[in-house]
Each structure stands twice: as C-alpha cells, then as structure tokens.
C-alpha cells in the first residue's frame, strides 16, 4: 500500500533576503545625488514586519517607493507581500509612507486555494491548517499537478510549497 505524499502551501517573506534588499536601498538612497541632503530614507520594522518611508516631499518618496521596489525585486521579495497605504504629511513638512508585510494565507485566501485545489477534480485532500493549507494524495503526479497550478495562478499573495513529503 502506498504512503501518502503532501505538501504544505504557504506565504512568508524572507526576512534575511527583506534585510538585504533594505540595505541596498539605504546605500542607494545615502549615495544617489538627488538626495543629497534630504531626510529621505527607509526603516525596517520587524515586530509587526513593515516599512516606513520618508521624504522630503510627495515627489520625492515616489523616487524612495521605486528605489525600494527595484531592490525588493531583485533580492526575489514579492511585491505583493506588502500593503501600501496612502502618502501621510508629517507636520515638519516632510511626507511618509507606511508599508506593511503580510506573512502567512489569511482565511479567505486558504479558503480560495482550496477551492483551486478541488476545482482540479484530482484525487489529493486539501485542508486549512491555521496559516497553511496542507496538501496530501497518494499519487505524487497529481501533487506535482497541484502545484503547477499554484505555480500559474495569481492569488493575490505570493505562495510557496514547503515541506514536500
């Protein structure tokens, strides 16, 4: 008798890789001539995970959203793990913004997956399990069809496979 294979599908960010994309914006932003002078610049926040943006003026924090964007982008951290809020005043007269990161599927999501998931008509049992959605089957072909699937459709949050047992 075959053993159940499965796979747990999750959305992190990695934080080692968010670290070093923050850093090179910092570089960026202390070097680049443009900014020479300006209270421009880019702050991690770990508990709860976000980015805090500031800038002298509305312009330049669209300069400071793209610079980070370029290097999120380019260390591999999806775009849609964050949440962008609206351009904020600071009484100084400086501007702010704030972005915050999303770790783990919420309800609705997990829920959307699932329904992906048993829309294939495969033989696997998805199930929510707090943050993840856990994937078993006993055919490793119908697992490796789940996960092109995942692989091609937008959720809206970026997703990966973990624990590919």
Same mark, same amino acid.
């Not at 300006?38 to 400071?64: I, K, N």
């Given at each position: ?16 890789? #968010? ?13 680049? &001539?443009? &900014? ?5 610049? /880019?702050?991690?926040?770990?508990? !709860?995970? @976000? ?7 509305? /312009? ?9 964007? @370029? ?10 793990? &964050? ?29 959307? /997956? ?5 829309? #294939?008509?495969?033989?696997?049992? !998805? ?7 856990? /994937?078993? @089957?006993?055919?490793?072909?119908? #697992? ?10 937008? &959720?809206?949050? !970026? ?7």
């Amino acid at each position: 008798m075959a053993a159940d294979h499965s796979f747990d599908i999750v959305s992190k960010i990695n934080l080692q890789e #968010l670290r070093n994309a923050i850093q090179q914006a910092q570089k960026e932003l202390v070097n680049r &001539f443009d &900014f020479k002078g300006s209270s421009a610049g /880019v702050t991690l926040e770990e508990e !709860p995970l @976000g980015l805090r943006l500031t800038a002298d003026h509305d /312009v330049q924090l669209g300069s400071v959203v793209d610079v980070v964007k @370029g290097k999120l982008a380019k260390r591999g951290v999806s775009l849609q793990s &964050f949440t962008w809020a609206a351009m904020e005043a600071i009484p100084s007269g400086a501007v702010k913004q704030h972005a915050e990161g999303c770790q783990g599927l919420s309800s609705d999501t997990a829920r959307e /997956v699932v329904k992906a998931i048993k829309g #294939l008509g495969l033989k696997v049992q !998805p199930r929510i399990e707090g943050e993840t959605v856990r /994937v078993s @089957g006993k055919q490793i072909d119908e #697992l490796q069809a789940v996960v092109q699937m995942l692989n091609a459709r937008d &959720f809206g949050v !970026p997703i990966q496979v973990e624990n590919y047992r």
